[in-house]
């Protein structure tokens, strides 16, 4: 039994948390949060030339080649650091929708440029408020050419090609779309975390290339999301640590009624409360990473696990987190409402929380069932 | 990171599983199996005696307290080995019950603290279970706050050295089948609370013990009230220094902490297989949105906790010691347990009042299960002491402020009315 990450794990995790203290501290998240630069760049460069935009990526392909646990540390330290960066639609989606379904010469095309940063990829999946379903996909390609729009597309605005999911007939096929094509409009739009950039972007008759074959949009999107669920419940469990202990930091220091307000029982039980829904999220994301990593028949179960606790437990430290911090947690001078809006700006990513719930229960029905 | 045993624990699986494959009582394992909350299911055998059957015939074979050391009758087995001893052990395991305050607590205490002959005449039956043990710490003026109690320890007035104990213990499970006992007292209540207590040992049936059964809140009885009228203790069977007792109690209860078994039961599996056959209004409850989204939280804490207790023995097989943060196992499962008891109550609608396990769903399952969780909520550690553990522990926030802490103990007022 070892359900822990390797010392060389560990090590990489060190170096990505050292490397983003110096180079993310939270001036350049409100850089972005309050500038006009949608993502900060000289980070994404540099993350990089660290290799981390390319872990998983095969050596062939310009990536690293190393497995999904290194990945699982390096999105952690992502989100303690509220990395203003596209990694979560890059690598966490766009390189995944191409390892699964691309041809050589998609991969060839995207892949490299993908690890050295050259290019942001993302996924364009919602078209309206709503749980995407089947039907909700209207967006339609024929002949290679997509019509339709799509909304709160992560990193819409900055990425140089989309995974694109649309109508084909009666089924759901994924396409490739350069956005700097002809016929493709984006909209910044605003949304409750500026700090990442969302769009909406509209297909006029845009030319498109088909990955994977026509119809299998709706199984490669489960099976990548699988992936991406317990690397993003990662980029949570990094954030409710980190807001835990901003929490209990303050807690320790703020003076109320002559004595620190860490000592008061209300404000302790409420930090332990954090704690146990932190460790529970970690918990489960480490059986998510080892499902991930091996390949295990256990992943979707694993993925869903992960996602739902990891997603409880960052809103719950978040809020909490603002709440200790009384009314200067409020302020816009305090970093709470940073993590607050990530928090909150995760648990819809992938698929909402209840959707993720209604995930799980299906999967462990269909296990019971099976067995 | 991975499950697999390393070729040494699997070598060592194999032992023990075959071990029980030949020796284990396989004709009480459908009631092990189907036996519910607070009690066994062995249809009518006496459950000690089947208890200390099994526990010396694992004695026997060596298969008994795994990690004590030899000498004291057990294997001197890595705690890792015990981890798996205990899941191939599995249901058999629950008859183990009566042993595990002797076994988690009061061993390790009397091996740390207990003079050789002492040591070397106690431990082998108490591991064999040929001797049950019990631990009387709780008192009806200390509960959470433990060093509020008052049984008092004084020096006999004969000269012989020894201590006369009176007094009043509650909580204390399996008194009434104990041979000994583990003892806090009061030996000086003129300093403050902390430093004027004293540990000892104690025969079960000297004269003076009195044991009274206390009927609990679901009906059954599981603790008792035990009362000391003059009761002699020999100095020889004190466990520390007198004024220690503090410290040694401390002892005891980390030990508590270092039985990590399989993780302790949240009622989710029963939950999930009642919601996969009943309906609600909208048809089955397993596909019942409002339904999903509470499984989907139950389930999380309950594989969070299994997982947790997973990287906790990844931990103990690096050599590290369990700390505090072991403390979230029980503060998770009691609430949630109790959480799951009254959905699964709901779900049932009207019928959900049935407890006759003849009739209830899970065989009554969910209404013992509501009425036992209350319990769970407060032995061993309240919900409320854990997350001041946790808090202050693991956390690093400000101990809680005490105010009869420099207060010598007999000035500390008793009354909130005063």
């Not at chain 1, 990662?234 to 220091?253: C, K, P, S, V």
């Not at chain 1, 409360?273 to 480490?286: F, H």
């Not at chain 2, 205990?86 to 009397?110: K, R």
């Not at chain 2, 431990?123 to 109690?149: K, V």
Request: glycine share 10%; proline share 5%.
């Amino acid at each position: 039994m070892n359900f822990e990450f390797s010392d060389e794990q560990k090590q990489m995790a060190t170096q990505a948390r050292r490397y983003l203290a110096d180079k993310c501290p939270s001036t350049a998240v409100r850089a972005i949060l309050e500038g006009p630069e949608p993502y900060d760049k000289a980070l994404w460069k540099g993350l990089a030339e660290m290799g981390f935009l390319g872990v998983v990526i095969p050596e062939e392909y310009g990536g690293l080649g190393l497995g999904y646990l290194e990945l699982c540390v390096i999105a952690e330290e992502l989100g303690r650091a509220l990395a203003p960066v596209p990694f979560s639609s890059s690598v966490m989606l766009a390189t995944e929708f191409l390892l699964a379904a691309g041809s050589d010469a998609q991969k060839r095309a995207w892949l490299p440029r993908l690890a050295s940063g050259d290019a942001i990829g993302t996924f364009a999946y919602a078209e309206k408020a709503g749980a995407v379903t089947p039907k909700t996909i209207q967006l339609s390609a024929a002949n290679n050419r997509l019509n339709g729009a799509k909304t709160a597309v992560p990193d819409g605005d900055i990425a140089d090609f989309a995974v694109v999911a649309a109508r084909t007939g009666t089924s759901i096929s994924l396409y490739l779309v350069d956005l700097s094509a002809a016929g493709v409009t984006r909209t910044t739009l605003d949304t409750i975390d500026p700090s990442r950039s969302h769009a909406r972007i509209d297909f006029a008759d845009a030319a498109a290339e088909p990955l994977g074959a026509p119809g299998e949009g709706l199984r490669l999107i489960s099976e990548v999301f699988d992936r991406a669920a317990v690397l993003t419940a990662f980029e949570q469990i990094g954030g409710a640590d980190r807001t835990l202990e901003m929490a209990r930091d303050y807690a320790l220091e703020r003076m109320a009624f002559g004595r620190p307000i860490g000592s008061f029982q209300a404000i302790k039980h409420m930090l332990a409360d954090m704690y146990v829904s932190a460790t529970l999220a970690r918990s489960n994301g480490c059986y998510g990473a080892w499902a991930l990593s091996t390949g295990a028949a256990e992943l979707p179960e694993a993925a869903a696990t992960a996602r739902v606790s990891a997603t409880q437990a960052f809103q719950h430290c978040a809020k909490n987190n603002i709440q200790v911090h009384g009314g200067m947690g409020f302020t816009w001078a305090f970093d709470c409402h940073l993590f607050y809006r990530r928090s909150n700006l995760l648990s819809v990513n992938l698929g909402s929380l209840s959707q993720w719930e209604d995930t799980l229960i299906q999967r462990l029905r269909a296990r019971n069932t099976a067995a | 990171m991975n499950f697999d045993d390393t070729p040494q624990e699997a070598a060592f699986r194999a032992e023990v599983r075959a071990w029980i494959d030949a020796n284990a009582p396989t004709h009480l394992l459908e009631g092990l199996r189907s036996s519910g909350f607070g009690g066994l299911n062995l249809e009518g055998a006496d459950p000690i005696t089947l208890s200390k059957n099994w526990q010396k015939k694992k004695a026997e074979a060596g298969w008994a307290c795994l990690h004590w050391p030899k000498e004291y009758g057990g294997r001197g087995a890595t705690p890792i080995e015990r981890v798996i001893w205990g899941q191939e052990e599995g249901p058999y395991g629950a008859l183990g019950g009566v042993f595990i305050i002797g076994h988690g607590m009061c061993g390790p205490t009397m091996m740390a603290f207990a003079a050789e002959e002492h040591k070397r005449r106690y431990l082998p039956p108490l591991a064999a279970g040929e001797e049950i043990w019990c631990q009387l710490f709780s008192e009806p003026a200390g509960g959470s706050d433990l060093a509020g109690l008052r049984t008092r320890a004084e020096p006999a007035s004969d000269g012989s050295g020894d201590w006369i104990i009176n007094g009043q213990k509650i909580w204390t499970s399996g008194a009434h089948y104990s041979d000994y006992g583990i003892l806090i007292t009061r030996t000086d209540p003129t300093v403050p609370k902390h430093k004027g207590m004293t540990m000892f040992f104690l025969d079960m049936h000297s004269p003076g013990i009195e044991i009274r059964p206390i009927k609990q809140a679901n009906g059954q009885s599981g603790f008792n009230e035990v009362y000391f009228t003059d009761v002699r203790i020999p100095d020889g069977q004190r466990l520390g220094a007198v004024g220690d007792g503090w410290k040694v109690s401390l002892t005891t209860l980390m030990n508590e902490r270092l039985s990590i078994g399989s993780g302790m039961s949240t009622g989710f599996p029963e939950l999930f297989d009642l919601c996969c056959r009943i309906e609600t209004q909208n048809g089955l409850a397993v596909d019942d949105p409002a339904v999903r989204s509470k499984l989907a939280t139950w389930a999380v804490r309950t594989t969070g906790l299994k997982y947790t207790g997973f990287r906790a023995l990844s931990a103990l097989s690096r050599g590290e010691i369990p700390g505090p943060e072991n403390s979230i196992g029980k503060l998770v499962a009691g609430p949630t347990m109790q959480e799951i008891a009254m959905f699964a109550e709901d779900l049932q609608g009207q019928a959900g009042v049935i407890s006759d396990p003849d009739i209830a769903a899970a065989n009554g399952r969910f209404q013992a299960m509501l009425m036992r969780s209350p319990a769970t909520r407060v032995e061993g550690g309240t919900d409320e002491i854990l997350r001041n553990i946790i808090a202050e522990r693991v956390l690093g926030l400000p101990a809680d402020i005490r105010v009869d802490k420099d207060v010598p103990f007999n000035m500390i007022p008793t009354s909130g009315r005063a």
